[in-house]
């Protein structure tokens, strides 16, 4: 999708970066992905390895992003490092990276291209038992990200900040940030800021039950998911991307908890990655339901950042309007 964050890079840009990570400027093909929202990002054959590589580019520094998104590329490849050490979540190798922009002045980091195909885009190919089953991996993933614990709430740029030993603090902070950003792009918000803050300030209370920082994915959508189809219609998860916006915090933030009580085969999943049984209490659903309003406020803020319009604009904030109205009607009567 074309937006504002994603600035191309010329054919000697990516010839410097090659070189710098692999020492050979020969290129095979190069094409542009183009299914990525936020980084620039190549398909790049390097003949002299025999290897196929992805490379992701963060955006240039005068292209005004949201609060949460500065320095998120440093995450993803932290993040990956973690869940190599610690889990069997698989995820791509990262082969090279630079944060000096001393080659070119972004960030950047290449890794490993996978062989399947994102999950979405082949979901309604594939039969009920194979999704759910897909969903159940899911599930298990998720638990063995949410294992690894932190010292701290928030995004892992958020360090040293005196709301970082609270969860409730951390995310009213958070709520409070996108709206600032919304404020500055003069994004079209269905309520007012003020009356946003207000809600999320009188139910943040049920936030206090959240003790302990644990890693979230909290982008584990089906886009995000590379599926490899088996023999005999077998599926199998091949590897997980875009963990570039992981936090320390409240594993009911993940994307796949949205709708988590018809979210059936997650769920089994998620309890046989814990080995404990979920049960989804009216405090759970209204912990959700805020974290609902905090990512379709983003959603619709990002239309601002990104600078998306026609058609496609138009469908992501008629969508995003209805589920955040629905949250905030929700916990106006609590």
């Not at 590329?73 to 944060?99: A, G, H, R």
């Amino acid at each position: 999708m074309k937006s504002k964050s994603k600035k191309p890079l010329t054919i000697t840009e990516i010839q410097q970066i090659i070189e710098a990570s692999f020492g050979t400027t020969k290129l095979g093909l190069v094409m542009e992905l183009t299914d990525g929202w936020f980084n620039t990002a190549y398909s790049i054959e390097i003949p002299d390895l025999g290897q196929e590589v992805v490379m992701k580019v963060a955006p240039p520094s005068e292209v005004k992003i949201l609060t949460y998104e500065k320095n998120i590329m440093k995450t993803e490849v932290q993040v990956n490092k973690i869940l190599k050490e610690k889990t069997d979540v698989p995820v791509p190798e990262i082969l090279s990276y630079n944060f000096n922009q001393d080659i070119i002045n972004r960030d950047y980091f290449i890794m490993e291209k996978l062989k399947g195909i994102p999950w979405n885009k082949i979901k309604s190919k594939l039969s009920q038992k194979q999704n759910d089953h897909l969903k159940y991996k899911t599930g298990v993933y998720a638990a063995q990200i949410n294992s690894i614990i932190g010292n701290y709430f928030g995004y892992f740029t958020d360090l040293k900040k005196s709301y970082n030993k609270s969860w409730k603090n951390t995310f009213v902070n958070m709520i409070k940030n996108v709206l600032d950003d919304g404020i500055e792009l003069n994004a079209k918000i269905p309520q007012s800021p003020k009356d946003i803050m207000k809600l999320i300030e009188n139910n943040a209370t049920v936030l206090e039950d959240v003790k302990v920082p644990q890693l979230v994915h909290w982008d584990l959508w089906e886009g995000n998911i590379f599926i490899i189809k088996q023999e005999q219609e077998k599926c199998s998860i091949e590897g997980i991307i875009d963990c570039e916006r992981a936090l320390w915090g409240d594993p009911l933030i993940e994307y796949e908890f949205m709708h988590a009580p018809s979210n059936q085969a997650f769920l089994e999943g998620f309890e046989a990655g814990t080995k404990e049984k979920f049960e989804f209490t009216n405090d759970l659903e209204q912990r959700r339901q805020l974290y609902n309003v905090y990512l379709f406020l983003i959603i619709i803020i990002e239309v601002n950042s990104r600078g998306y319009y026609g058609n496609e604009a138009t469908k992501i904030i008629q969508w995003a309007n209805f589920e955040l109205q629905n949250n905030i009607s929700h916990l106006e009567k609590k």
